[in-house]
């Protein structure tokens, strides 16, 4: 009963505010300076990244460079080594060849095995010249 009763402002209609319409011409023109802004800084960030980009690859091509000679060289030592172990391991194999080992103790001490023939090759023409100077005095 002793509650507080709200009081009551005298009811007024609410009157509907007029809008002016604000230039939309304006508006438009200010977004379109944002967003040419905008592409203007993106584009501006990316020109940066590309130059640092250049000129990190600049400084790294040389050293690429020389790292490709280096390889190229490598690779044709190894092939020139591998020639070598190859013709190494060939005479390897046959200096310890059982098979072999008459053939090799020929070639290193000139002796012949007295069941082959010798066999001399002469030049025809030698001969000829030989046997003439021999008859002549």
Do not use: C
Request: hydrophobic letters at 35%.
């Amino acid at each position: 009963m002793n509650a507080i009763q709200p009081s009551s402002l005298p009811v007024q209609p609410i009157q509907k505010r007029r809008v002016t319409p604000r230039p939309k011409r304006h508006l438009r023109q200010r977004s379109h300076q944002v967003m040419a802004i905008e592409a203007t800084a993106k584009i501006a960030v990316n020109l940066a990244i590309s130059a640092a980009a250049v000129s990190a690859l600049m400084q790294l091509l040389p050293y690429h460079w020389l790292q490709q000679d280096k390889l190229r060289e490598m690779r044709t030592e190894i092939k020139q080594m591998e020639g070598r172990v190859n013709a190494l391991q060939a005479k390897f194999n046959r200096n310890f060849d059982p098979s072999q080992t008459k053939s090799i103790m020929q070639q290193q001490s000139y002796r012949v095995d007295p069941s082959q023939r010798q066999i001399v090759i002469m030049n025809p023409d030698e001969t000829e010249t030989t046997s003439q100077s021999e008859s002549s005095p």
